[in-house]
């Protein structure tokens, strides 16, 4: 059964359209997004769509073909209720248009089905509220530009949900172009697309199959150590955030802080925004073995400074080095989820057995080694 005939079934009647927005990875620039640094996300193509109608009345009613389970509400009576469980990602969408002014004159009637798996890492979430608000402009014609969607999605996680999250994984999903990656400066966001033009070679995601854990206490954890950082460099350095200080600068800034895991975290921010510069410019010279140093650098460094890393990154990290990656980051806020490796592309088959296996006996978990493109950003697939 398509996507369209589930909603006959579910709702009774045909939608108007179907939806759908990708989900992303990022090559590298990791935790940055929240200490105003500049990141190197881009979509790929596993999506989460929605079949949608116009209704008569003033209600939003959701189903997910993935939970098998709905929620309904008046678009004059949202307020989060954990009873919704994942439609509040849904329902604050329009509970963010609304307070923003935007008129909704009716309700509607949501089918969704994804093929981003959940807590992968892969940014679901910010996919779905993505989808939600593009769809929503489009059907309303509430005229929200691409950069319009990303702050209102973004405001469903900070406002809404309560979230501390930063705004890349929004941006990378709303902003995509085919074949490209983001170039994002998040304090500003400014944003350039980079061809990703890697000739015989690719990106490929690895999948731990192990959920995020613990991600938003950790997560938030994380932020305010980044804060406290900050708070202490800001005495000596003329800066708005962690991400403006020079790599040159670390020597000095040990000196400073006197708390090692503050320093470690600042550590990685300030490098890892350096290695976001080094790798874009290998990028352009398309010097293959500099960018796999970088993912593996950036890789240590998360592991090691950042600490969001854990076991089974780990193991699937070294697994795509010992088969042949040219080299291998996690990707993402950590903590499980997925990494990603460049490799060749003719290698895929053999490169996918390798790691496997690998992942398999470091961790007694099957793993799954997946390839993507490099795709555009939310769209209408069909129209009734
Ligand atoms: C999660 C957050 C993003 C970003 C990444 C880490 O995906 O939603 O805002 O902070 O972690 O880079």
């Known amino acids: 059964m398509n996507i369209e005939e589930s909603f006959l079934k579910y709702f009774g009647c045909a939608p108007l359209g179907v939806y759908r927005a990708p989900a992303r990875i990022n090559l590298i620039g990791e935790h940055l997004d929240y200490n105003g640094g500049t990141v190197l996300p881009a979509a790929i193509s596993l999506y989460i769509s929605a079949a949608v109608s116009i209704r008569d009345d003033s209600k939003i009613k959701v189903y997910s073909l ?60 910010a996919a779905l509220l993505v989808l939600i608000t593009h769809l929503t402009s489009e059907i309303f014609k509430l005229g929200l530009l691409p950069i319009d969607v990303v702050k209102v999605a973004k405001k469903v996680e900070n406002d809404y949900l309560g979230l501390k999250s930063g705004i890349m994984d929004q941006a990378s999903i709303a902003l995509a172009k085919e074949n490209c990656c983001l170039l994002l400066n998040c304090d500003k966001l400014e944003y350039k697309h980079i061809p990703l033009d890697l000739g015989d070679y690719t990106f490929v995601v690895l999948k731990t199959n192990v959920p995020r854990s613990l991600v938003s206490s950790k997560y938030n954890e994380r932020v305010e150590e980044c804060q406290k950082g900050l708070s202490v460099l800001k005495k000596h350095f003329d800066i708005n955030n962690l991400c403006e200080i020079e790599v040159s600068k670390l020597d000095k800034i040990r000196e400073l802080i006197s708390d090692d895991v503050i320093y470690s975290r600042v550590k990685h921010v300030i490098t890892e925004q350096n290695r976001v510069y080094e790798f874009t410019k290998a990028l352009e010279k398309k010097d293959i073995s500099k960018l796999g140093e970088l993912l593996n650098e950036s890789h240590l460094s998360l592991k090691e400074d950042y600490e969001v890393s854990g076991r089974y990154l780990d193991a699937i990290q070294e697994a795509a080095l010992n088969a042949g990656a040219i080299g291998a980051r996690m990707t993402g806020a950590g903590f499980g989820g997925c990494a990603i490796a460049l490799i060749k592309k003719d290698f895929f088959n053999e490169f996918k057995e390798r790691v496997l296996s690998d992942y398999y006996n470091k961790t007694g978990l099957h793993a799954d080694v997946v390839e993507v493109n490099i795709t555009s950003g939310p769209e209408l697939l069909r129209k009734r």
């Open 66 to 125: 993935n939970t098998n389970n709905g929620f309904e509400v008046d678009l004059e009576e949202i307020k989060k209720d954990s009873k919704y469980e994942w439609a509040n990602y849904v329902f604050g969408v329009f509970y963010i248009l609304l307070r923003d002014g935007y008129k909704i004159p009716k309700g509607l009637n949501i089918l969704i089905s994804s093929e981003i798996p959940l807590g992968s890492g892969l940014s679901s979430s």
